[in-house]
């Protein structure tokens, strides 16, 4: 039973984007397309599954002073085999995520959750923990990359769903659009959230 | 072109036109979370100039005659962020023994430098080519991370400035916090957009 809370409640209530609002920087950085928005989300969820079932797993036997290194270590190696993976089999993706698949290693969501959930419960929940997680950071990266995309190029993972003759507003696309879509939809979850 | 030349151009470049916060995405949890008081806002910038100079300097040299000699280039990422919180410790007991007031108002954030992905970003980016397939050297490197670090306290100080008025501003309430700090950001990176019009 608990297996299923564990993996659910990362989707929705204590969604880490909108809810713990950690890993902020590829929320924006790669939502300028749906597609970079899902790779990223995949990568990281990848991650985020592997070190939570290794710590978890080291739990007990790691020294509670030098926790937090043997963490980032355990992450980077994961991250080191996305990178290197993504790199020989989807070359393209690699480059458009650039600097931001290493920067996974620095995520916030991913050393928050091995602090606190990973380093207090048993693999099978760590493990559910990681999915849910995941996909919830998929989830509001690809909300976010939705609006940017729609808005700023007219298309849907690559797919036109605006008419030809929609201007597209560039701004979406751009740094700024980044910040002011991630703004008004905190903005509106918060209102949403007061009204219940 | 000499060198302050060269030195100017990539000052105004770093703190202007590809600003580390408003243009690169990168440091932005510290950008958002430490930006409500102007003075904890400077500390924080003066924390991270220094993390940023000095691990741009080391991540050079470990990543030239450490694992670029010996064929391990795939051991960056562990290498550079091992640096980097060995780094951050080592400023953290050196504020908490000199500075305790300091200290005490950066609070949580002081170790999250290591997890700031400015530091880890710059590091990279000095050790990755330029579009023009050159690569810069040790002082560049060194003095990258160092302008960096300005253009990210730049931006911090003006936030907090900011900041700081808007609290008093009566406004929604779902606005606030948050939601109210990413609109301010957008329209900052919206003004930072016009820099990229500078040939220089």
Known sequence: ?196 | MGFFGQLFVMAVSAIFIQNFVLAKFLGLCPYLGVSKKLDSAFGMGMAVIFVMTVASAFTFLIDKYLLVANGLEYLRTLAFILTIAALVQFVEMVIQKNAPALYKSLGVYLPLITTNCAVLGVAILNVTPLPDGSTYNFLWATLNGFLSGVGFTFVLLAMAGIRERLELVDMPKSMRGFASGLILAGTMALAFYGFMGLKI
């Open chain 1, 1 to 196: 039973m608990s297996f299923f809370k564990e993996l659910t409640k990362g989707i929705i209530k204590e969604n880490p984007t909108f809810v713990i609002v950690l890993g902020m920087c590829p929320t924006l950085a790669t939502t300028t397309s749906v597609k970079n928005a899902i790779g990223m989300g995949i990568a990281a969820t990848f991650v985020l599954i592997c070190s939570n079932i290794m710590i978890s797993l080291i739990k007990n036997i790691t020294p509670d002073k030098i926790r937090i290194p043997v963490y980032v270590v355990v992450i980077a190696a994961f991250v080191s085999v996305v990178d290197m993976a993504m790199a020989a089999y989807l070359p393209d993706l690699h480059k458009s995520l650039g600097l931001f698949i290493p920067l996974i290693v620095v995520n916030c969501i991913i050393l928050g959750r091995a602090e606190a959930f990973a380093n207090k419960n048993n693999v099978l929940n760590s493990m559910a923990d990681g999915i849910g997680m995941g996909l919830g950071f998929t989830l509001s990266l690809s909300v976010v990359a939705t609006i940017r995309e729609l808005l700023g190029n007219g298309t849907w993972l690559d797919m036109r769903i605006l008419p030809q003759s929609y201007n597209p507003m560039l701004i979406a696309i751009l740094a700024p659009g980044a910040f002011f879509t991630l703004g008004f939809l905190m903005a509106a979850i918060n209102m949403l959230k007061e009204k219940r």
